[in-house]
Antibody, heavy 119, light 114 residues
Framework: EDQLVESGGGLVKPGESLRLSCAVS????????MSWVRQVPGKGLEWVGR??????????DFAAPVKGRFTISRDESKNTLYLQMNSLKTEDTAVYYC??????????WGQGTLVTVSS | DFVMTQSPLSLPVTLGQPASISCRSS???????????LSWFQQRPGQSPRRLIY???NRDSGVPDRFSGGGSGTDFTLKISRVEAEDVGVYYC???????????FGQGTKLEIK
């Protein structure tokens, strides 16, 4: 069974940085395309970005609101996905989920980690 | 701009009755490989989202067969044949065909029991 466990959320000030982690198990991480999706509490879902498997280039794509500020990386030796968030804004406040992307986005999800950006 | 539009946004349903949610995209979701990347997700209160349907009509593992997806081009539908109490939550459609903008979700439809 797929397990995805996010961590690293917390309270930061505007302009600061934060790195989220997603530890995975139960499937072959090296083959997996992965995404980050966020949700402002009480609001809808917003895709943040994705990373392809290393075999398919390990390239990343990002949604327009975070492009140039966020990066995604993966460490196959640790079975862990990362989301590096720089120059954070108040509108980045949300619960951040990692997902596996088999047959399109979101066949498995983590429990989410809350990021609050506030002065 | 690319837009995904769901209707209705609120859906009160009597237990045991059918329910239907519509999702419309501003452009055709048929990809160059011939597939249509339209998925449906369920988010129960306090839980992470769960994918129900991918590529229009394929049910994910463990999803009850009372859930079905259909449609083509720009118009898609999620149907629940007989609503149960555990179906309460918000349902989202999502497209994965157009890049940019990348994966795009509808606004969500809140299903509640009458």
């Amino acid at each position: 069974e797929d397990q995805l466990v996010e961590s690293g959320g917390g309270l930061v000030k505007p302009g600061e940085s934060l790195r989220l982690s997603c530890a995975v198990s139960g499937f072959k991480f090296t083959d997996a395309w992965m995404s980050w999706v966020r949700q402002v509490p009480g609001k809808g879902l917003e895709w943040v970005g994705r990373i392809k498997s290393k075999a398919e280039g390990g390239t990343t794509d990002f949604a327009a609101p975070v492009k140039g500020r966020f990066t995604i990386s993966r460490d196959e030796s640790k079975n862990t996905l990362y989301l590096q968030m720089n120059s954070l804004k108040t509108e980045d406040t949300a619960v951040y989920y990692c997902t596996t992307d088999r047959e399109d986005l979101g066949d498995s999800w983590g429990q989410g980690t809350l990021v609050t950006v506030s002065s | 701009d690319f837009v995904m539009t769901q209707s209705p946004l609120s859906l009160p349903v009597t237990l045991g009755q059918p329910a239907s949610i519509s999702c419309r995209s501003s452009q055709s979701l048929v990809y160059s490989d011939g597939n249509t990347y339209l998925s449906w997700f369920q988010q129960r209160p306090g839980q992470s989202p769960r994918r129900l349907i991918y590529k229009v009509s394929n049910r994910d593992s463990g999803v009850p067969d009372r859930f079905s997806g259909g449609g083509s081009g720009t118009d898609f539908t999620l149907k629940i044949s007989r609503v149960e109490a555990e179906d309460v939550g918000v349902y989202y459609c999502m497209q994965g065909t157009h890049w940019p903008p990348g994966f795009s979700f509808g606004q969500g439809t809140k299903l509640e029991i009458k």
